[in-house]
C-alpha cells in the first residue's frame, strides 16, 4: 500500500541536477525537500574537522543524535551548519570525496536511516540522494532516476564553479566525478541504481526547464496530488 504522506524521490549520479530539481519541485508543489547527501557531508565534516575515525560506533551514534536534533528544530539548520563551515574549513572537493568513502559504512547507513525518514511530513516530501526509492523510502509514490551523460555533466559542473569563481581544472572535475560514481555504484550497501519502479529521465540532451517539466507530467500522470497543478 502507497502511504499517506506522498514522497517523491529523486535519485542519480553526482552533478546530475538532483538538488535543484527536487527544491524547485518541492516549491512548486509546496512540499519539503530532503538533499539526503547533506548528511554524509556532514559526517565528513566533522570527521575531518575534528580528525575522527569513522568507524567509531558510539562516535557515530551521537553524531546521528546530534543530527537528528539539529533536524528536529529546523531541518534547514544542518544544511547552515554545514556551508557555514565548508567554506572556511574545507574545501567541497575534498568533503565530496571523503562523504563518499563514509557512505560505504554499514553502520553509517544504518544511523542515518531514521534521521531521514523524519523529513517525511504532510503535505508530502520530495527526498534526492542516492538510494531514496531503493532503501530509504521504498514505498515511495513516485521514484525518479535522474540520470546524464558525465562529459556533459561536468560541463555544467565546471560553468557553476567558474561563474562562483571558482578554478578548476575540466579534467580532473571529471575525474572525481566518475570516480566518486563508481565509488557511490559498487558499493555492496545501498549502491546507486535506480530502483525496480523507477522512471528514467536522461537530462544529457535536456535543458533543466524540460527536465522539471517533464518531472511535474510525470508527477500528473501518477496522480499524486489532490489538487491540480
Ligand atoms: O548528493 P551529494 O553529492 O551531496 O552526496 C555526497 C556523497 O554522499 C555521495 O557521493 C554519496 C553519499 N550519499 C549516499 O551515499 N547516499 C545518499 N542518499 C546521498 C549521498
Given at each position: 500500500?502507497?502511504?499517506?504522506?506522498?514522497?517523491?524521490?529523486?535519485?542519480?549520479?553526482?552533478?546530475?541536477?538532483?538538488?535543484?530539481?527536487?527544491?524547485?519541485?518541492?516549491?512548486?508543489?509546496?512540499?519539503?525537500?530532503?538533499?539526503?547527501?547533506?548528511?554524509?557531508?556532514?559526517?565528513?565534516?566533522?570527521?575531518?574537522?575534528?580528525?575522527?575515525?569513522?568507524?567509531?560506533?558510539?562516535?557515530?551514534?551521537?553524531?546521528?543524535?546530534?543530527?537528528?536534533?539539529?533536524?528536529?528544530?529546523?531541518?534547514?539548520?544542518?544544511?547552515?551548519?554545514?556551508?557555514?563551515?565548508?567554506?572556511?574549513?574545507?574545501?567541497?572537493?575534498?568533503?565530496?570525496?571523503?562523504?563518499?568513502?563514509?557512505?560505504?559504512?554499514?553502520?553509517?547507513?544504518?544511523?542515518?536511516?531514521?534521521?531521514?525518514?523524519?523529513?517525511?511530513?504532510?503535505?508530502?516530501?520530495?527526498?534526492?540522494?542516492?538510494?531514496?526509492?531503493?532503501?530509504?523510502?521504498?514505498?515511495?509514490?513516485?521514484?525518479?532516476?535522474?540520470d546524464?551523460?558525465?562529459?556533459?555533466?561536468?560541463?555544467?559542473?565546471?560553468?557553476?564553479?567558474?561563474?562562483?569563481?571558482?578554478?578548476?581544472?575540466?579534467?580532473?572535475?571529471?575525474?572525481?566525478?566518475?570516480?566518486?560514481?563508481?565509488?557511490?555504484?559498487?558499493?555492496?550497501?545501498?549502491?546507486?541504481?535506480?530502483?525496480?519502479?523507477?522512471?528514467?529521465i536522461d537530462s544529457t540532451?535536456?535543458?533543466?526547464?524540460?527536465?522539471?517539466?517533464?518531472?511535474?507530467?510525470?508527477?500528473?500522470?501518477?496522480?499524486?496530488?489532490?489538487?491540480?497543478?
Amino acid at each position: 500500500m502507497k502511504s499517506l504522506t506522498p514522497v517523491i524521490t529523486i535519485d542519480g549520479p553526482c552533478g546530475v541536477g538532483k538538488s535543484v530539481l527536487s527544491k524547485q519541485i518541492a516549491k512548486k508543489l509546496h512540499w519539503f525537500v530532503l538533499d539526503s547527501g547533506i548528511f554524509y557531508r556532514t559526517f565528513a565534516l566533522i570527521a575531518l574537522k575534528y580528525d575522527i575515525p569513522m568507524l567509531e560506533h558510539e562516535l557515530l551514534k551521537i553524531f546521528s543524535l546530534d543530527l537528528y536534533y539539529w533536524c528536529m528544530e529546523d531541518q534547514y539548520n544542518l544544511i547552515k551548519l554545514y556551508k557555514k563551515n565548508v567554506p572556511n574549513i574545507i574545501s567541497e572537493k575534498t568533503i565530496s570525496y571523503v562523504s563518499s568513502k563514509i557512505a560505504i559504512f554499514p553502520k553509517v547507513r544504518k544511523e542515518l536511516l531514521t534521521t531521514q525518514r523524519i523529513f517525511k511530513k504532510k503535505p508530502g516530501l520530495i527526498a534526492n540522494g542516492r538510494d531514496m526509492g531503493t532503501v530509504v523510502f521504498p514505498k515511495a509514490n513516485l521514484k525518479l532516476f535522474l540520470d546524464g551523460n558525465l562529459i556533459v555533466r561536468a560541463q555544467r559542473r565546471f560553468c557553476e564553479l567558474r561563474k562562483k569563481g571558482i578554478q578548476v581544472n575540466f579534467n580532473s572535475l571529471k575525474l572525481e566525478m566518475y570516480q566518486r560514481d563508481i565509488q557511490d555504484i559498487k558499493r555492496s550497501i545501498s549502491p546507486l541504481i535506480p530502483a525496480k519502479d523507477a522512471i528514467m529521465i536522461d537530462s544529457t540532451n535536456m535543458s533543466f526547464e524540460e527536465v522539471f517539466n517533464i518531472s511535474l507530467k510525470y508527477i500528473k500522470i501518477n496522480k499524486i496530488l489532490l489538487s491540480p497543478i
